[in-house]
């Protein structure tokens, strides 16, 4: 007989309410093992294309998980954090940044502390780059960028002022605030802090520096012998210089102001045990040398294993990194905007 | 009246009611793309700047009190106001003729030749303004020549000043004016010209009695057009000013991007904006005064 019961039609409709739930319990367990969607918030170019190549490809999709790269400049994915600040699910898993954005925004109270337990890779890492709130996944430091067999090559960032290279110094517009504290280094203050450069740059702008607008434009100034000294990331000296700009760099006397890629996971990444599995396999020996090779930039794990020429190329010496400065991120975030007035109304003016 | 003019009887309001009707869903949606985020920016701007927390809701008139006080903000306006104008004098003083000619033209490469004004926005304003970078720069196109010519000595200093950003921007603009011209002169009866010539008009008083005057609504909309262009450019004042001229646009940039002063970038974009929107207005009546009588006939 078919007719439909009371008992029976509570039965199929309760079957039916958990149906789906039954349905997907696979897939759950699937999903925490393998992560089929972990969403990593990056730049794009060749940066997505090495984390694509070289993580995502090769490390996390043979465990049957598949990486989605939401794209956007540093501003724009720290915007979207905090528009999404009140949401319970936010949309990136995985956010990098680099370490001062890394740290404003942690000072927002937008990223979950790191768990260890969840990066194993971490115990690989160089102890001087480790945080609470982000990982470092690859360094560089700002260094003195210089045409050789001009005179005596420079070894200090105060060395611009020698009258002798006079009208042959260039900036980078969008390194203001390096320049500023690499200026602050230069006067002596070992804290870096940028506003603490203003009188050192008052001082250089007697010799006549030039500001350019982008770093690739401060490469074509170098090549065409516009300028002969900039400071500049070593990564990106070595990538000029792999390209043909005839230049050498140094490690400045007063130290050397480090630049770290990071990455961390938002508190309210939609699965966050995915988003630590990827940045696992950023600290991956396979995909830091692969970043080494590529863009230059210094493995921030010790068992990355560079051929020597490499290492010497892209690394730094015990004795260079003993002179990388801690930044006081605090103050940079602080004095910024009263620096970048500084810079626009003061320095730049006449340049 | 023929029987193709005359309207048809009693469906006039209807036909209104529907064009509304058939308007709103377009209309909300512009609506809703530029009045939101202006709202949010000029709700932003009264905010107070805070460089841990980006920024403190507040209702502070400090961020424009600061433009306004600040003799270098408003001499950095003051740039932007005088560089688009001129880029807008340059763009419809060499557009003119080309829009001119291309609309009287019958020629059967007259689809080339538009294709050919076309073919610049098809690449990126960075692009183009690189392109100048290698006409204007010290070992550039420019330099080169004369210094071969034995002209110059040692390469003159073009890039990063404000010939530079005033070529490159006029270069961006030219072919919006153009375009502009060209529509709105294809429109027009250029056979009064024709007329005026048999009655005995030499070449200039015809253009200057009978072309210009019949031009001016493509005037006014491509110097409008191409005034809102330039007050807002970004790539060209970037990379061929460098720190010889600063306009707004990357001003606004900076500090949003640059300085995380977002109250303060939000001030200036409304500012930006507001001028902007002042200027375009205020040219287009003066063009549409002037020649109001010549419109209306």
Same mark, same amino acid.
């Given at each position: 007989?078919?007719?439909? *019961? ?68 540093? *501003?724009?994915?720290? @915007? ?14 995985? @956010? ?133 000294? @900039? ?21 400045? #006397? ?18 966050? @045990? ?25 493995? *921030? ?15 730094? #010496? ?34 | ?297």
């Amino acid at each position: 007989m078919n007719s439909v *019961t009371r008992r029976n039609f509570f039965k199929f409709v309760a079957g039916a309410a958990m149906a789906p739930a039954i349905g997907s319990l696979p897939s759950r367990l699937l999903a925490a093992e393998n992560c089929p969607n972990i969403v990593v918030g990056t730049w794009g170019g060749d940066y997505q294309n090495l984390l694509d190549a070289n993580i995502a490809s090769p490390l996390m999709k043979p465990q049957g998980s598949s990486v989605i790269f939401s794209t956007a400049d540093q *501003t724009s994915r720290m @915007t979207k954090m905090r528009a999404e600040k009140a949401s319970r699910r936010g949309s990136l898993d995985v @956010t990098c940044l680099s370490d001062v954005d890394m740290y404003e925004i942690n000072r927002s109270g937008l990223l979950q502390p790191v768990q260890t337990a969840l990066v194993p890779n971490l115990a690989n890492t160089i102890e001087q780059f480790r945080k609470p709130y982000s990982i470092a996944q690859m360094f560089s430091a700002f260094v003195i960028v210089y045409t050789p067999g001009k005179g005596t090559p420079p070894k200090s960032f105060g060395d611009a002022l020698d009258p002798r290279h006079k009208g042959k110094v260039g900036f980078s517009d969008i390194l203001y605030g390096f320049v500023g504290s690499a200026s602050a280094l230069a006067a002596g203050d070992k804290t870096a802090n940028m506003m603490s450069g203003k009188d050192f740059l008052n001082k250089l702008k007697a010799n006549s520096p030039k500001v350019y607008p982008s770093n690739e434009t401060v490469a074509a100034a170098l090549k065409s012998g516009e300028i002969e000294m @900039t400071w500049m990331w070593k990564a990106r000296a070595l990538q000029w210089k792999k390209a043909g700009v005839p230049i050498d760099f140094v490690v400045p #006397t007063e130290g050397a102001i480090p630049a770290l890629f990071e990455a961390s996971v938002p508190k309210n990444a939609p699965d966050g @045990t995915c988003g630590y599995a990827f940045i696992n396999a950023m600290l991956d020996p396979r995909a830091q040398l692969a970043f080494a090779e590529k863009m230059g930039y210094a493995p *921030t794990v010790k068992n990355a294993a560079l051929p020597d020429a490499l290492a010497r190329q892209v690394g730094f #010496t015990d004795a260079e990194l003993s002179r990388f400065v801690k930044l006081n991120y605090e103050n940079m975030l602080t004095q910024r905007s009263a620096f970048l007035d500084y810079w626009s109304k003061d320095f730049k003016v006449g340049l | 009246m023929s029987a193709l003019q005359q309207p048809a009887r009693g469906s006039g309001g209807a036909s209104k009611g529907s064009a509304y009707l058939l308007a709103t869903p377009a209309t909300a949606i512009v609506a809703l793309i530029i009045l939101v985020p202006a709202l949010q920016l000029v709700r932003y701007s009264l905010n107070h700047f805070d460089p841990v927390d980006l920024m403190q809701t507040a209702l502070t008139g400090e961020n424009y009190r600061k433009f306004f006080t600040d003799p270098y903000y408003l001499s950095v306006l003051w740039t932007t106001l005088k560089i688009s104008i001129l880029c807008s004098v340059l763009a419809l003083v060499f557009g003119f003729p080309v829009a001119y000619s291309l609309a009287k033209s019958q020629s059967r490469y007259k689809s080339l030749l538009i294709i050919l004004i076309v073919f610049p926005l098809l690449v990126g304003n960075v692009v183009r303004a690189a392109g100048w970078m290698v006409v204007l720069g010290n070992a550039g196109f420019v330099n080169a020549v004369l210094l071969h010519l034995g002209f110059i000595h040692a390469p003159l200093r073009l890039m990063y000043t404000p010939l530079a950003v005033v070529l490159g921007t006029t270069g961006v603009v030219l072919p919006y004016m153009i375009l502009t011209l060209q529509s709105v002169l294809e429109g027009v009866d250029l056979s009064v010209e024709e007329a005026a010539r048999n009655l005995g008009a030499p070449a200039i008083v015809s253009f200057f009695r009978i072309v210009l005057p019949i031009a001016v609504p493509g005037i006014a909309a491509g110097t409008m057009l191409v005034l809102i262009l330039c007050m807002n450019a970004y790539a060209t004042p970037v990379l061929l000013g460098g720190t010889g001229l600063v306009m707004m646009a990357p001003t606004v940039y900076d500090q949003i991007s640059k300085a995380n002063d977002w109250p303060f970038g939000s001030a200036l974009a409304i500012i930006l904006m507001i001028v902007t929107l002042g200027v375009a207005v205020m040219s287009n009546s003066f063009i549409q005064r002037k020649y109001a009588k010549t419109m209306r006939s």
